[in-house]
């Protein structure tokens, strides 16, 4: 992103550059599109500070820009002609505003505002109103279309000492942001910078925003993460590309889209974790809210294709709790052991990698080659137990009691949490956002509902009822369900080679083979094979990290053709005018691939996108991606899949469903007029 914005900021001033070339041979100078003056407080005084407010009218539809103008702009430039002896102090500006274009955020002033600059009068200098005191100020004038450098040649005006004018800068003053009397603190973690403001926590913050004013430390368009812990606000704002890092920050803390707002100079020093959050409406949900809507999604996510593939296991543990009735509690309370327990472990480890400055997502586990090849060689493992290659009581297939469902649980999270329902999608982007113990309770309340049937099933003996007796049909059906557990170890290898390369693909496979080898020849007594089998095994397991391959992971191909989604393309894709389908997907992420099938892959949608105009853009999360990362929480969910249609005449996005009908994107299609296509 960085690269691009540099690209285009020095075509920008290029173009700049020659327009200042043209204005200069004119033979008359254009009426400038912000106009400006130069105005005293009062008359000089000799030895006091006197000041004076440069004052800008931009036309509609135009802008200038802050002292660190973002993305793209520049910064006003003043050049004093002063009498003997006076000095000019450094420009106090009001709060800015981001103002986004061409997906570049700008820091700007659209309506009239006053730049407030101390000069320095000296005790022995010229105290008449009449002292030549010049500013040839120089700045930038922008529209949505346009920018243009503009000048003028200000000379100091002393107005009459009148009732209106001391109202005037008393406006002025105030919409200059105070400095705060503490100083901040500021440190540096991978991809964040970390800012602890002093703020009082009774201090409202309706929209809070921090401008820093040193250039190129921070991705002016990342999102800004507020918390606030006491007396202190602390931000997580994404960096730039390192240059280094700056002994000193200043800044504005905007509070609100009024103009509210406080300085702030920040030195380097710890920087508080933890606090309450403060931002999103997501954040605002009352915790009950989001508690049963964790409990629902975790329920519903039973029923989602990505838990089909360890349905056997929980088919299994089923069948056998109709043997008796504290045998069917004692298994329920044990998978509902092992299903919380593994997501409140996946829970907590997302809140210590967020904590400490990662930009991962639920489901980061899969975005990890070596997981993908450890659930790979599990499921090559279960698989071969299903089909009655050999017995291990270390897996919880072919064995019975409170140790196999607690395997069986902790297997089923782990497997079945990557596919976030639209309930649960709410709730754990709410949990991102939340204090550690309340973010905890909603991934509690998450495995909770994922073992509620199961739950049910053990201390409702009604339900038991419904389940066939005992019998020989047990060791058919396990042999049965090797068949769905054989299918993902297939998709996790073919993962394996996506997010790490054929090589590593290759190694992860023998991983879970070798093993398989090495009991089948101990049960036929074959130590030879065994120790060949377990040696190679090693080797692969010490070589495995080293095999990941570090290349970019190419696009699958698609009917729609989509470009790669970010925040520079979508922005081009929105400037065209015309409406924009954007998908953010996974390779791990069944919910998705099931969803591209059914609604995305088609030709019936190819046709409509092709009649309607339609940009397609996707966004690949199979590997860890920072900016998909903060761009999903900013939508307010924690992982894929994620839909967003964009409409012709611009506006907000509309947020699809996570489950997509087969005509969901051909009548959104239809509904726009018809447009040019997208090869036009």
């Not at 003996?461 to 419904?466: I, N, Q």
């Not at 059906?477 to 054989?486: K, T």
Request: charged share 15%.
């Amino acid at each position: 992103m960085q690269a691009s914005v540099s690209s285009l900021f020095r075509f920008l001033s290029a173009l700049l550059i020659l327009i200042a070339a043209g204005a200069a041979s004119a033979p008359a100078a254009a009426q400038n599109h912000i106009e400006a003056d130069l105005v005293a407080e009062h008359a000089p005084v000799p030895g006091e500070t006197l000041t004076v407010a440069l004052r800008f009218r931009p036309e509609t539809g135009w802008h200038g820009y802050w002292a660190n103008p973002g993305d793209a702009g520049e910064g006003m430039r003043l050049d004093w002609s002063l009498p003997g002896g006076w000095r000019a102090g450094e420009p106090d500006y009001p709060v800015p505003h981001a103002l986004e274009l061409i997906g570049l955020i700008n820091h700007v002033y659209e309506d009239p505002y006053a730049v407030l600059i101390p000069l320095r009068v000296p005790a022995d200098g010229s105290a008449s109103p009449g002292a030549p005191v010049v500013l040839d100020a120089q700045w930038l004038a922008c529209s949505d279309t346009l920018c243009v450098p503009e000048r003028a040649r200000l000379r100091l005006r002393y107005p009459q000492d009148t009732p209106e004018l001391r109202d005037q800068f008393d406006q002025y003053r105030a919409a200059i942001p105070p400095l705060i009397d503490r100083q901040a603190r500021f440190g540096f973690m991978r991809d964040a910078l970390r800012l602890a403001i002093p703020l009082p926590a009774a201090v409202d913050l309706a929209d809070p925003h921090v401008f820093v004013r040193q250039k190129d430390v921070v991705d002016y368009g990342g999102e800004q993460r507020f918390t606030r812990n006491g007396d202190t606000l602390i931000v997580d704002i994404p960096r730039a590309r390192p240059r280094g890092e700056p002994a000193g920050l200043e800044g504005i803390l905007a509070l609100d889209d009024d103009g509210n707002g406080i300085r702030f100079a920040a030195v380097p020093g710890a920087v508080p974790a933890g606090g309450a959050p403060v931002g999103p409406p997501a954040a605002d949900t009352p915790l009950l809210l989001l508690i049963g809507g964790a409990l629902l999604g975790g329920l519903l996510l039973n029923l989602m294709p990505c838990v089909f593939p360890i349905l056997s296991l929980k088919a299994l543990t089923l069948a056998r709790a109709g043997e008796s009735e504290g045998q069917a509690r004692r298994e329920a309370l044990a998978y509902t052991a092992g299903v919380v327990l593994a997501c409140l472990a996946l829970g907590a480890l997302l809140l210590v990698l967020r904590a400490g400055g990662e930009q991962v997502g639920w489901a980061f586990q899969l975005q990890e080659p070596l997981v993908v090849a450890g659930l790979l060689v599990l499921a090559t493992l279960v698989t071969a137990n299903l089909a009655g290659l050999y017995e291990l009581p270390m897996l919880p297939i072919r064995t019975g009691g409170r140790g196999s469902a607690f395997a069986t649980g902790l297997l089923a999270a782990v497997v079945a949490t990557p596919c976030t329902g639209p309930f649960m999608a709410a709730a754990l982007g709410a949990a991102l956002l939340l204090p550690p113990l309340p973010a905890l309770v909603l991934f509690a309340a998450l495995g909770v509902g994922l073992a509620l049937p199961f739950l049910a099933l053990g201390f409702v003996p009604a339900l038991r009822g419904w389940l066939p007796r005992p019998g020989p049909w047990m060791e058919r059906f396990r042999r049965m369900m090797a068949i769905p557990m054989g299918l993902t170890a297939l998709a996790l290898a073919w993962l394996a080679w996506r997010a790490g390369g054929l090589h590593f693909a290759f190694a992860a496979t023998a991983l879970g083979v070798l093993p398989i080898v090495a009991l089948i020849a101990r049960h036929r007594g074959n130590r030879m094979v065994m120790a060949i089998a377990g040696v190679v095994a090693l080797y692969f397991a010490g070589s495995l990290p080293f095999r990941v391959e570090q290349r970019a992971i190419a696009a699958q191909a698609s009917l729609l053709d989509p470009q790669p989604w970010s925040p520079e393309t979508l922005a081009r894709a929105r400037a065209t005018g015309r409406p924009v389908f954007v998908w953010f997907t996974a390779d791990w992420c069944l919910t998705c691939k099931v969803n591209e099938s059914v609604a995305i892959e088609r030709e019936a949608t190819r046709d409509a996108f092709a009649r309607a105009g339609v940009v397609s853009l996707r966004g690949d999360w199979t590997r860890r991606d920072p900016r998909i990362t903060r761009f999903l929480e900013s939508r307010g969910v924690a992982g894929v899949p994620l839909y967003l249609w964009y409409p012709a005449a611009g506006g907000e996005p509309e947020q699809l469903s996570q489950v997509l009908g087969p005509d969901t994107l051909v009548d959104l299609a239809k509904s726009q007029p018809v447009g040019p296509s997208s090869s036009d």
